[in-house]
């Protein structure tokens, strides 16, 4: 049984279809017990951690922060305490917009992306961006959220 939580804090409140999109997602991976959070900010919340811990003074759509560093690290009953998600909502709203789909995909993608983060995917070379984004989109599209 996995847990998390979203804080919404009054930013957004129309994501009641994440859990079906973080769910799939946990089982595609085939993460059984793991916990994590994800954070609704606003921009200058999520500029002030970007500066903080990325050392980059800029509005962000999306930040990670794992805390395993190993995927192989397992706490009470083998249970995952995977990190948190932090989503920038009026990025993600203006992102929508400049894309030309829904706020549905845009916040879906954001918190796909982020999971997948915490469950140690990354997008440091062309290779680990193509596997990384590819399986956001199998996600998606596997929910039919689509562009």
């Known amino acids: 049984m996995n847990d998390y939580t979203i804080v919404d804090n009054n930013l957004y409140h129309d994501y009641a279809y994440l859990k079906d999109v973080l769910d799939y997602t946990l089982e595609h991976e085939q993460v059984k017990k793991a916990i994590f959070s ?18 980059k003074d800029a509005v962000t759509d999306v930040i990670s922060f794992a805390f395993e560093d ?11 305490v ?26 879906s993608f954001l918190c ?8 140690g995917y990354d997008h440091m070379n062309s290779a680990d961006e193509k596997e990384m984004f590819d399986l956001q989109e199998l996600i998606l599209n596997a929910k039919n959220i689509t562009r």
């Open 82 to 107: 995977l990190g948190d998600i932090y989503v920038c909502i009026p990025r993600m709203q203006s992102q929508a917009i400049e894309y030309g789909h829904s706020e549905k995909r845009e916040l």
């Open 112 to 119: 796909v992306h982020g999971l997948l983060h915490l469950l």
């Open 38 to 55: 994800i954070i609704f900010v606003d921009e200058k919340e999520i500029q002030t951690l970007n500066r903080t811990y990325r050392n």
């Open 70 to 80: 190993n995927a192989d690290i397992v706490y009470n009953d083998n249970c995952r």
